[in-house]
């Protein structure tokens, strides 16, 4: 079904009578506003539907299975990999509106919540209590829990907390033919049944819809300390994470910023990196206020061994936010940059960084594509950011090369093509180059079973060719 056709006049009047005429949306500029995510790339839907009611949402979602057309849940629109795009036409089903935290109880550590809840709403609202949730991505000041759930996007947190889906006690989902599911429930322990919880998470919207989810919280440390470390080289700074890493507890945070990324923060914040440095490494531990003072002493030192040009802690809160309001800043300068910008979110083992860091810059001489990296280097989820003319037909062959280089780069060191942004459209046509034959036979499947007509988010995750491509290199 193309992009820019017009739904039947009777779909169009059944949305209407299911949500009203402000909550169905078929004008051209209304359609467009939701064509568009932080890829860059632009599909513009057939309608957007804007629920406001769980009820609501299996009746649009029923609707559309009725009459075989494509439904994609849509959060903020904050994901890189296009994954909340209508690339086959259809429905927008756009859940901003489900935005209401239902139950905040600290005495079971949890929180019920609806997919629309900003993230850092949410986390405002569980600081009262001393708590908070933690995936913490970097658009957390507009991404929401749906899309959160749907991507499994983490943050710098990940590295001590873990990944998102272990965060997720439960989920109530909307089925592909409008009918309801629970899976999980309230308590952190149960063994009852498959883990269908685990299954939705970071299933990209593919199988259900989430419209309400059971958090698992953590109590909010006493005290948090910033470090940052300079080094000379990039390897230097990849073999300091990999020492760090390999002993004691880990930190908080440990984030990696290449020469180019270096560059660019220093243009903008002078002081963030030591004049010689070249590679910045940046920490956070957290702990009891008797206890803090060590941790980022300890911490400090295990830095030191690498012979950086400068290990700083940061004396105040002032200073701590500083140094991340830098690294945060990276994203939105690096979209000033060029005119399009191809974020990739590979993983490789701790010891396997600096081969990493080294190949990434053979890639970018070799193909002749300017690549910043910079991510969270302590669980070796590494941004890798090509920057890129889309206008220009002469750098499509380039970025093509350099982005296949890259990930045989990433799977011959036993990585994986993403770590937080997801599959989406932009790497459905490289996850067999990943995944075990059969283990994608099974994927394929469970699509199957849970999505039989095929409209929930098609077009994502499996490539568009049911035949796999024979091009796939040998990785050991």
């Known amino acids: 079904m193309p992009a820019d056709s017009d739904l039947s006049p009777r779909f169009q009047q059944e949305l209407v009578a299911l949500l009203g005429q402000e909550g169905a949306l078929t004008g051209q500029a209304q359609r467009e506003a939701y064509a568009w995510d932080n890829s860059g790339m632009r599909h513009l839907p057939q309608a957007v539907a804007l629920p406001s009611t769980r009820a609501q949402v299996a009746d649009v979602v029923r609707l559309c299975h009725q009459a075989s057309i494509p439904v994609v849940p849509r959060g903020a629109g904050t994901g890189c990999v296009g994954g909340s795009l209508a690339v086959q036409g259809g429905i927008i089903l756009s859940l901003q509106r489900l935005n209401r935290m239902l139950t905040i109880a600290p005495a079971d550590r949890l929180a019920v919540v609806e997919p629309g809840v900003v993230n850092a709403d949410l986390q405002a609202r569980l600081a009262q209590h001393g708590l908070f949730w933690p995936p913490d991505p970097s658009s957390a000041r507009s991404c929401t829990i749906g899309g959160n759930l749907a991507m499994c996007s983490a943050g710098p947190n990940a590295l001590r907390y873990g990944a998102t889906r272990q965060w997720v006690l439960g989920l109530t989902v909307i089925l592909a033919d409008g009918s309801t599911m629970r899976v999980g429930g309230k308590t952190t322990k149960g063994v009852v049944g498959y883990d269908l919880t685990q299954l939705l998470i970071g299933s990209e919207g593919t199988l259900a819809i989430v419209v309400e989810a059971t958090l698992k919280l953590a109590p909010l440390a006493q005290a948090r300390r910033t470090l940052r470390a300079s080094y000379r080289t990039m390897e230097q700074a990849a073999l300091a994470v990999a020492e760090v890493m390999s002993q004691g507890d880990p930190p908080l945070a440990l984030e990696f910023l290449d020469p180019a990324a270096v560059t660019l923060v220093r243009s903008q914040h002078p002081d963030i990196c030591h004049p010689d440095g070249q590679a910045l490494l940046l920490a956070e531990v957290e702990g009891s206020a008797d206890e803090i003072e060590h941790q980022a002493k300890n911490l400090a030192e295990r830095l030191s061994r690498l012979d950086p040009v400068e290990v ?39 010891s396997a960084l600096a081969t990493l860091i080294t190949g990434v810059t053979a890639i970018s001489q070799e193909t002749g594509v300017q690549i910043v990296s910079f991510g969270h280097a302590g669980n070796g989820n590494i941004h890798v950011n090509l920057l890129t003319d889309p206008t220009n037909p002469a750098q499509k062959p380039k970025i093509t090369r350099a982005l296949e280089q890259l990930f045989a780069l990433v799977l011959e060191l036993g990585g994986t093509l993403s770590g937080e942004h997801g599959v989406g459209i932009t790497k459905r046509d490289f996850i067999h180059w990943e995944l075990d034959p059969c283990a994608l036979t099974i994927q394929r499947q469970i699509k199957q079973i849970f999505d039989p007509k095929g409209i929930l988010n098609p077009g994502k995750i499996f490539a568009r060719d049911e035949t796999l491509e024979t091009n796939v290199p040998h990785f050991p």
Do not use: C, F, G, H
């Not at 936010?321 to 701790?350: G, H, Q």
């Open 312 to 350: 700083v802690i940061a004396t105040s809160a002032e200073a701590s936010k500083k140094i991340w309001a830098a690294r945060y800043a990276l994203s939105p300068t690096l979209t000033r940059m060029a005119p399009k910008r191809i974020n990739e979110d590979v993983v490789v083992p701790v």
